[in-house]
Every structure is written in structure tokens, then in C-alpha cells.
């Protein structure tokens, strides 16, 4: 039998209100991606590159559509099981890394992992503290543990958020331009990093990006265009 894919997208639809205007983002939007895919998806500016990410991430709510995540609903569950479900399952990287100012590396790393134990934190604390160590080692911050945001570079920076979204092993990997505030020699030190550990974990990774060299990393191109996706190439055109 042939694996399910863990993101499946259908019929997605996102409108905003402006006043009395409504502005239609995605129209009827389909996308399916596997275990181990990677996904680059570009468009122009305006094109609701992170209004898609926000739906998948579950950060917001379609008009219409479904995302299922390895056959699950995702648009059926109420807010609680929403929230504890996003953060199992769904890793983010931000283009701005949106790291905690008052938390060190590590502490921002087990808030994630804290978000995604509720109830449970108590017991799991411990473990998740080793394996938050473990992540931002693997990640070159195991002299950095102790260190705030304010002190990190900006490429260190992202490489805590990159810990963050794996420390609750979710199954997709969500980034954002996730290398659009780095010089090009440390945008690709991240990029290696992004797909090292996607791959060794088969995460299904979903990138947007104006860059064609990290596009061009990624096994499928797709442009954003008149709120569909359609086949693009890494020069995002
Ligand atoms: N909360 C909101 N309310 C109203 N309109 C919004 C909202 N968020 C986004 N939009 C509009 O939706 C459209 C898509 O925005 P989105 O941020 O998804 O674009 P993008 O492709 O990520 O652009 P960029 O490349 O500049 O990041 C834009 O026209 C934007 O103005
Ligand atoms: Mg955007």
C-alpha cells in the first residue's frame, strides 16, 4: 500500500474582509505532500505565500477547503485539541526568527516542547530538557545554551528557531524565507541544515522562498499565482 501523504490540501479558499471589500487569496487551492517531499513555493509579493503557511500551520482558518494531515481533519477539531495538535505535528521557521527576547537558546526551545506537553509537562520535563540539549547541539548552539536571542547572530538565531520546531519531532516543516535576513554564506549554512535534518527525519518540508538556490534544493517547485499553485521553476517564474 502506498504511504498517505501527510499534508493534503483541498478545495483551500481564503478571503479577508477590507471594510466593505473581500479580497479572495486562495481560490480552490489542491496540494498533497509525502513523507521525505520537499516543497518550495514562490510567487510574487502579495501572492498569500504566508496566508497558505498560516492555514497549514494552523495558525488561521480557511473560508473554505480542507487540510488533513496524514488523514486527519484538522478543520473539525475545536481550539484545544487544535492547538496541542499543531504543536505535535507542525514544525514553523520564520523568516524573523520570532524567538522570546527574556528566554535563553534552551529556554526557548522547551517552551515549544512545554506548548506541546500541556497537562503532561511535569513528567516530560526532564526528557524534553536532554532532548532540547541534544537539538541545539546538533545544530552547533551546544556552547550557546545559555545565551539570549539579543546575543546571537542573526544565522544562530534561525538555528535556534530551526530547534525549536523540531523539538516535538512533528512530521512537516514549515519555513518562511526562512534564509531571507542572512548573508548568502550563512543563508546556506541554515539551508544545509534544513535539509539534513529534514531529510533524516523524513519530514515532509514546505519552504517559501524568492531565493532560486534554495528553490532549486527542494524536489518540487511551485508558483503561487491567482490564488492557485501551479508548476513554477526555481527562478520562481
Ligand atoms: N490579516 C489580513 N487582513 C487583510 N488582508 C490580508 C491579511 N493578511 C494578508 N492580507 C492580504 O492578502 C494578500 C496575501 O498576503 P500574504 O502575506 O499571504 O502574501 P505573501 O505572498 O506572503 O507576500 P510576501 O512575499 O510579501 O511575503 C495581500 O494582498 C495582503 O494584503
Ligand atoms: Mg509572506
Known amino acids: 500500500m502506498t504511504e498517505r501523504p501527510v499534508i ?12 466593505a471589500r473581500t479580497i479572495a487569496v486562495l481560490r480552490d487551492l489542491d496540494l498533497e505532500l509525502r513523507a521525505g517531499e520537499t516543497l518550495a ?6 501572492s498569500g505565500k504566508t496566508t497558505l503557511l498560516n492555514l497549514l500551520g494552523l ?35 520564520f523568516q524573523a526568527y520570532h524567538l522570546v527576547a527574556e528566554l535563553s537558546a534552551l529556554e ?5 516542547a512545554r506548548v506541546a506537553e500541556g497537562a503532561r509537562w511535569i513528567f516530560g520535563a526532564r526528557r524534553s530538557r536532554l532532548w532540547a540539549r541534544e537539538l541545539l547541539g546538533r545544530v552547533g548552539l551546544g556552547g550557546r545554551l545559555g545565551h539570549r536571542p ?16 523540531l523539538v516535538n519531532s512533528p512530521q512537516v516543516l514549515l519555513a518562511d524565507e526562512p534564509t531571507g535576513n542572512l548573508d548568502a554564506a550563512t543563508a546556506r549554512e541554515v539551508e544545509d541544515l534544513l535539509f539534513g535534518l529534514a531529510g ?10 524568492h531565493e532560486p538556490t534554495l528553490a532549486g534544493r527542494c524536489g518540487r517547485v511551485t508558483l503561487l499565482e491567482n490564488g492557485r499553485l501551479v508548476r513554477g521553476n526555481a527562478a520562481g517564474r
Request: charge should be positive; hydrophobic fraction near 40%.
Open 8 to 19: 493534503e490540501v483541498l478545495g483551500l479558499c481564503k478571503e479577508y474582509r477590507d471594510g
Open 41 to 46: 513555493i514562490t510567487g510574487r509579493s502579495g
Open 59 to 93: 495558525l488561521d482558518r480557511p473560508t473554505a477547503g480542507e487540510i488533513r494531515f496524514s488523514g486527519i481533519a484538522a478543520g473539525r477539531m475545536g481550539e484545544g485539541e487544535r492547538s496541542a495538535f499543531r504543536a505535535r505535528t507542525v514544525g514553523f521557521v
Open 108 to 112: 526557548n526551545v522547551l517552551l515549544a
Open 150 to 165: 539579543g546575543k546571537l547572530s542573526g544565522g544562530e538565531k534561525q538555528r535556534v528557531a530551526i530547534a525549536r520546531a
Open 200 to 209: 533524516e527525519r523524513r519530514l515532509a518540508m514546505l519552504l517559501v522562498t
